[in-house]
């Protein structure tokens, strides 16, 4: 169930039993020479809706374009400030939260948004406990589809030491899988990209100049990024449906539904 497909008065009904709303995450940045520049959106957005129709919960539109100013070297990167991006959550956050969703459960699928969507959770709570009273009901999580347990055993099993940490082949073949017609097998010189630390933009594309970080994504096919999407929905929903867990006791009293 999409959001943004739906009426207000099929999202006015789904609230009288439910509390709940998965927001995907993700970012517009270059992916290497063969991955895809909406990567992390597609990623995130894809795998969103699987534990949404996996869990019967809402699922809100992508936030597209992240925190990934050290990209902005290569053609086709957006990037959003970190406050810019702390005001986007806070602002998605509290539009549905007028309208009774309590709960937020954030898939990510990019590195760079964990430190500012953690920000962004701590203004939502700050604005709480300066304004008084008896608190918020608001509860928000976030999830990195990549570093569930599942797709990162996956991950070392088919990649190794390959896998790397930026244009990954786990990524790379997830965005194969769901869109097969985009898939550009190569052969990367060097195989495996080197690894190493940035700062900003300039400093990333001297340091990595095809956009890689200790990866081959070359080893990526669609094959593998069906078992890397079933890995990643069904771990994902099992931990939505026990974070979830506390508000359905509520219900059961009478207090509010998932």
Known sequence: MQLHLQTWPAIETYLRDKRTVILPIGSTEQHGPNGLIGTDAITAAAIARGVG?????????????????????????????????????????????LHGFERFFFINGHGGNIATTTAAFSEIYAAASFGGGAGT??????????????????????????????????????????????????????PVAAKGSFTDAANFRRN???????????????????????????????????????AREKEQKGDGGI
């Open 208 to 246: 990595f100049p095809d956009g890689r970080i200790g990866s081959n994504p070359g080893l990526a096919t669609a094959a593998h990024g069906k078992r890397i999407y079933d890995a990643a929905v069904n771990e994902l929903s099992n931990q939505l449906r026990n974070w979830a867990l506390p």
């Open 53 to 97: 129709e996996a869990t019967g919960t809402l699922v809100a539109p992508v936030i597209a374009v992240g925190m990934a100013q050290h990209h902005l070297a290569f053609p086709g990167s957006m990037a959003l400030r970190p406050g810019t991006l702390i005001a986007v959550i806070r602002d998605c956050v509290e539009s549905l939260a």
């Open 137 to 190: 009901r608001l509860r928000c999580t976030l999830r990195n589809w990549y570093e569930t347990p599942g797709v990162a055993a996956l991950s070392k099993e088919l990649y190794g030491e390959q896998e790397g940490s930026h244009a990954t082949p786990s990524e790379v073949a997830l965005t194969w899988h769901l869109h097969p017609d985009c898939a550009m097998p190569m052969r990367l010189d060097p």
